[in-house]
Structure formats: structure tokens, C-alpha cells
């Protein structure tokens, strides 16, 4: 385990307001990912960031931002939710060692747009 | 194309016994790696076993096998002497790129869905 803690862990909210969900983690390590899990969809990544203020996009990124001013803290911004954006969105840490890297994975936010 | 596909959406399996979850994958880089998941009922993601292209032996760990068949691109998960706490989803991912190099992201399979039956 990572030591990855997210918040809120729920959240239910209306279309059109802005949402920001929380990803902490104590391990420092470098790389963190947000992915949203949706039936039928497996896990999808949409933002990841590869340091401090360093980000970049992934597969759904379209209707999301991030932010990463401290290697502990990663943020993921939904700048006017739609209900399309309801999931269950999950942040992962890259734990590296010499043979390999793995990421381990947040309990999860359950984000529901009305 | 997709690249990690799981063909079995739901699959049964007595406890105590073995079973086999599909996992394919499709990438022409010659370095990747491969990985499986498990989502219990409670939400969390669990990572089991990791595979590198390389590797020149079966990954294992502890009940968990992965039977990886680089000709076939195939990277099964087989977990010996099923108990019911292995009920859950199970998910395969797969890096691309060199372990080192890259963003180090996850394209993730559909899932399977794994009852075990007391």
C-alpha cells in the first residue's frame, strides 16, 4: 500500500457547479494517476502528472483539469460537472523498484452529477 | 482495437477449486508490462501479480499464477484452491514501454466478475 488517501469519498452535486476531489499520498512518490471506473468501461485513465506541476493527459481527458503543487497532494477538477462526469474516480500512486513498477490505488470517490 | 481484452464478463467456480480468468493483450512494443487486479464488493483496487515481457518465468504469488503466453499475447491469471473471499471483480492492465521509461500508464481490460460457490 501507498499510504493514498481520497477525498471526499462521496459527493453527490447538481450539473454546472464545479467539483474538486482530493488525492493524498505519503509515500512521495513521483508519479500519481487519476482513472474513473464506469460499468462496462474497466478503468480509464484521465489525467496523470509526473511531478510537481508536471501533468499530462490521458485517454478522457475532456472536462477535466489537475493540479499538482506538492508531490503529496493531486487534484483533479471537474470545472462544470455533467452527468456524464458521474463515476466512481480512483487516484494510484507508481511505486518503482529495480525489476518493476506497479501502481496502487486510493479507496475511490463516488461522484454523482444530478 | 482494444488492447487488453477479458472475454468472460462473469465466471463460477466451486471453493477449493482452480480457475483460470482470460486476459489478451495487443501491443507491438517488445517491452511491456502486465498486470491483475482485484475489485472486491467494498470498491478498493488490489494489485496481485505483475509479469514483464521479458520475464522468463511464470510470475507467482501465494494462490495467484499468471500463465503468460507471449506467442499468443495471452497473460492469464489462474488462482489455485479458490476460497469465497476471491469473489470479486478482476481486472488486466498492461504498461507499455520500458519499466524505467514512459508515463508508466495502465490500459485496463473490462473486467471479469468471479463467484465462488461454497
Known amino acids: 500500500d501507498a499510504g493514498i488517501t481520497q477525498s471526499p469519498r462521496h459527493k453527490v452535486t447538481e450539473t454546472g457547479t464545479p467539483v474538486t476531489l482530493r488525492c493524498h499520498q505519503t509515500?512521495?512518490?513521483?508519479?500519481m494517476y487519476w482513472y474513473r471506473q464506469d460499468p462496462g468501461h474497466g478503468l480509464r485513465l484521465i489525467h496523470y502528472?509526473?511531478?510537481?506541476?508536471?501533468?499530462d493527459k490521458g485517454e478522457v481527458s475532456d472536462g477535466y483539469s489537475v493540479s499538482r503543487s506538492k508531490t503529496e497532494d493531486f487534484l483533479l477538477t471537474l470545472e462544470s460537472a455533467t452527468s456524464s462526469q458521474t463515476s466512481v474516480y480512483f487516484c494510484?500512486?507508481?511505486?518503482?523498484?529495480?525489476?518493476?513498477?506497479?501502481?496502487?490505488f486510493g479507496p475511490g470517490t463516488r461522484l454523482t452529477v444530478l | 482495437a482494444q488492447k487488453i481484452t477479458q472475454t468472460q464478463p462473469g465466471m463460477f467456480v466451486q471453493e477449493k477449486e482452480a480457475v483460470t480468468l482470460d486476459c489478451t493483450y495487443d501491443?507491438?512494443?517488445?517491452?511491456?508490462?502486465l498486470f491483475w487486479y482485484k475489485q472486491p464488493s467494498s470498491g478498493e483496487m488490489i494489485f496481485l501479480i505483475y509479469?514483464?515481457?521479458?520475464?522468463?518465468q511464470n510470475a507467482t504469488e501465494g494462490r495467484y499464477s499468471l500463465n503468460f503466453q507471449k506467442a499468443r499475447k495471452s497473460a492469464n491469471l489462474v488462482i489455485s484452491a479458490s476460497q469465497l473471499g476471491d469473489s470479486a471483480m478482476y481486472f488486466c492492465?498492461?504498461?507499455?514501454?520500458?519499466?524505467?521509461?514512459?508515463?508508466?500508464?495502465?490500459?485496463f481490460g473490462k473486467g471479469t466478475k468471479l463467484s465462488v460457490i461454497p
Open positions: 492492465a498492461m504498461r507499455e514501454g520500458d519499466s524505467g521509461a514512459g508515463s508508466y500508464q495502465l490500459t
Open positions: 502528472s509526473y511531478g510537481v506541476k508536471d501533468t
Open positions: 509515500e512521495n512518490h513521483r508519479y
Open positions: 509479469q514483464g515481457s521479458y520475464d522468463q
Open positions: 501491443t507491438s512494443d517488445p517491452s511491456y508490462g
Open positions: 494510484a500512486t507508481l511505486s518503482k523498484s529495480s525489476s518493476t513498477d506497479t501502481q496502487y
